[in-house]
């Protein structure tokens, strides 16, 4: 039956030759762009115009999104490379860029090396242990505020009980807790992502490479150094770089939490634009913010390339 | 000794996934006057948060606008990435690669540089305080990571199906639709689940451009409902746990194909 119906349908097609070859050429040859285009034009009109008008903003002084202001040059960048709060949430965003790529990767790495076997209760785990990360961010604020909460809070609750602090901890609203605990409420946030890349890597390492270290008898250390980190190089790479841009981007978590308080100290680069923009009405200075924070992270992402980037 | 450990490290990671999950949904069904209370188990359960929560809050209507951003975002969102990502993982084509690597450049990109740009653009069609807005924005940081995702089921289908495909005379629409999506079914339940929870979980841009509270969605809704009543923790938990529910009932379908969606993605980079 299926024999049958390909020898009439190759038959038909050795008879018959391609009808006006030239126009089928043409189609062939705008077919992909009639494909790939919807996407181009949604990213453009989202993304490349918009960034033009930020760049353009950044010479003007707007204030309210949406006003128009007038061109004053150079003056929101001298203003902004001058103002001691921009340095403080450029170091802050540093720290929290580092301590989440910190934290991530030891938690990412626990679950990631305790799972990767064919266990069935491993197999239902790789899938469940995702929770978190698709837990909406409103969410995870909501659970660990009531878990942190600084007067009736389970943690306070339970340090109190066991006879680690005398009085409730106000955590979110110490100015030096805060940071490190959205770090860590983030990180709980997002490490289920970098586990699942972290098994798909060590997965796909051919059994071989374990068997053959084993031969020449190596360690569990000296085939964790250099069998299973070399060979999931590639992947630590990729997702270093776009994990770190994504890490420096987080906004929303730290806006729901703390609005970047108290008195500012958990205020990161984002939230810094944010407020300039949407609280104090200086479109023109957050545009500026906004060109050199990207600067910045280009600059990041070539030297990150350049260095780290596993050799061939 | 090495066992020991392992049962450590995987309770306590057990537990802190877990925990607030449980201590949430166990909070919401206290009392008002139990809720501050530090129990593990309360001594009575009720639904009266639950139940003031629908009543007294736009929570009904923040979760239908939620549904409506959400399942636009999916729908969309699939229809741009299938034919790009066919048309990049299965046609040689002059700017193959750049138009690749603008799109990969677009999803590290950071979203906050957009927001008062984006906020011009969107009064300037008029979708300032429309679902729309919100849908084409999500649609915009959806698609690009669903291309890449897109990636390794497109290399698990062998050229030679495509092949012969053409050679029984099928153009190449025709490939796509009889040979190609029926293949990949697992990938666009995976790109539709990612755009859906990725709608379902904006907070940003909903923020700005939504300020009507009949627009809101439940991200920013459940960020009025908290602050608004000085923090109720009665309808906080409550809303927390429904808002989070339609995500678990999504993910118990597809999760599987999902984690496998990014897991082969991940390692094709």
Redesign the interface.
């Known amino acids: 039956m299926n024999a049958d119906n390909?020898t009439v349908?190759?038959s038909?097609?050795a008879s018959e030759p391609m009808p006006s070859k030239p126009k089928w050429m043409i189609w062939?040859?705008i077919?992909?762009?009639?494909?790939?285009f919807?996407?181009?034009f949604?990213?453009l009109?989202?993304?490349?115009?918009?960034?033009i008008?930020?760049v353009r903003?950044s010479f003007y002084d707007t204030g309210f999104?949406?006003s128009a202001g007038e061109f004053i040059g150079l003056t929101n960048y001298i203003n902004v490379l001058t103002s001691s709060a921009f340095w403080s949430s450029s170091g802050r965003s540093l720290i929290w860029v580092l301590g989440n790529g910190l934290l991530q990767t030891v938690?990412a790495f626990?679950?990631a090396l305790?799972l990767n076997n064919n266990r069935k209760i491993s197999n239902i785990a790789?899938?469940?242990?995702?929770?978190?990360w698709?837990?909406?961010?409103?969410?995870v604020a909501?659970?660990?505020q009531?878990?942190f909460n600084g007067?009736?809070?389970?943690l306070n609750?339970?340090l109190i009980n066991t006879g680690l602090i005398d009085s409730s901890i106000n955590f979110l609203g110490n100015p030096s807790l805060t940071l490190p605990i959205i770090i860590f409420i983030n990180s709980?946030n997002w490490f289920p992502?970098l586990a699942?890349?972290l098994?798909?890597?060590l997965?796909?390492i051919p059994e071989e490479l374990y068997e053959a270290s084993a031969v020449d008898g190596a360690n569990r250390i000296q085939t964790f150094r250099f069998i299973t980190i070399p060979s999931i190089a590639?992947?630590t790479f990729?997702?270093g770089?776009?994990g770190t841009?994504?890490m420096?981007?987080i906004?929303?978590l730290i806006?729901?939490l703390t609005e970047g308080g108290p008195a500012g100290y958990s205020t990161t680069l984002?939230v810094q634009?944010?407020q300039t923009?949407?609280r104090q009405y200086a479109?023109g200075s957050?545009?500026a913010m906004?060109v050199i924070?990207?600067l910045i992270?280009v600059i990041f992402?070539t030297l990150f390339i350049k260095f780290a980037a596993p050799k061939e | 000794m090495n066992k020991l450990i392992?049962i450590f490290?995987?309770t306590f990671?057990i537990i802190?996934?877990a925990?607030?999950?449980y201590?949430?949904l166990i909070?919401s069904f206290k009392p008002s006057d139990q809720i501050?209370?530090?129990d593990l188990w309360p001594e009575t359960f009720t639904l009266v948060h639950y139940v003031e929560l629908l009543e007294q809050t736009p929570y009904l209507t923040n979760l239908f606008n939620s549904v409506f951003v959400a399942g636009m975002t999916m729908v969309f969102t699939v229809?741009?990435?299938i034919?790009?990502a066919?048309?990049?993982f299965r046609?040689q084509?002059i700017g193959?690669n750049f138009?690749f690597r603008?799109?990969l450049a677009?999803y590290?990109?950071?979203?906050?540089?957009?927001?008062?740009?984006?906020?011009?653009?969107m009064?300037d069609l008029g979708l300032v305080n429309s679902l729309w807005s919100l849908v084409?924005?999500n649609?915009?940081f959806a698609?690009?990571f669903a291309?890449w995702l897109m990636r390794g089921f497109f290399d698990a289908i062998p050229t030679e199906l495509d092949e012969a495909a053409s050679?029984?005379?099928a153009g190449?629409m025709k490939t796509l639709f009889l040979i190609i999506i029926p293949l990949i079914k697992p990938g666009i339940a995976t790109i539709a689940i990612y755009a859906f929870?990725l709608a379902?979980?904006e907070?940003?841009f909903a923020?700005?451009l939504i300020t009507e509270d009949s627009q809101r969605v439940?991200?920013?809704g459940?960020?009025a409902i908290?602050g608004q009543y000085t923090v109720r923790?009665g309808w906080?938990?409550a809303?927390?746990v429904l808002?989070?529910i339609p995500?678990?009932i999504f993910?118990a379908f597809v999760?599987?194909y999902?984690?496998r969606g990014?897991?082969?993605g991940?390692?094709k980079?």
């Open positions: 390909s349908k190759a038909k097609a062939k040859t077919f992909p762009y009639l494909l790939v919807p996407i181009v949604w990213i009109v989202t993304i490349f115009i918009p960034l008008s930020v903003e999104a949406g938690l626990s679950i305790l790789r899938t469940w242990m995702v929770i978190p698709i837990v909406p961010t409103i969410v909501i659970f660990w009531w878990i007067s009736y809070g389970i609750a339970i709980w992502f699942v890349v098994l798909a890597a997965a796909n590639p992947v990729a997702i770089l776009v841009l994504w420096f981007n906004f929303d806006w729901v984002p634009i944010y923009a949407f479109v957050a545009s906004s924070t990207a992270l992402a | 392992r490290v995987g990671l802190l996934i925990f607030p999950f201590w949430v909070s501050l209370s530090p229809l741009i990435v034919p790009a066919y048309g990049i046609f084509f193959r138009l603008l799109i677009s590290i990109f950071p979203g906050v540089l957009l927001l008062v740009p984006v906020y011009q653009l009064s084409i924005i649609v915009t698609a690009p291309v050679i029984d005379g190449p929870v379902w979980t907070f940003t923020s700005i439940l991200t920013t459940m960020n908290m923790w906080t938990t809303g927390a808002t989070v995500v678990l993910f999760g599987r999902f984690v990014l897991a082969s991940a390692v980079t």
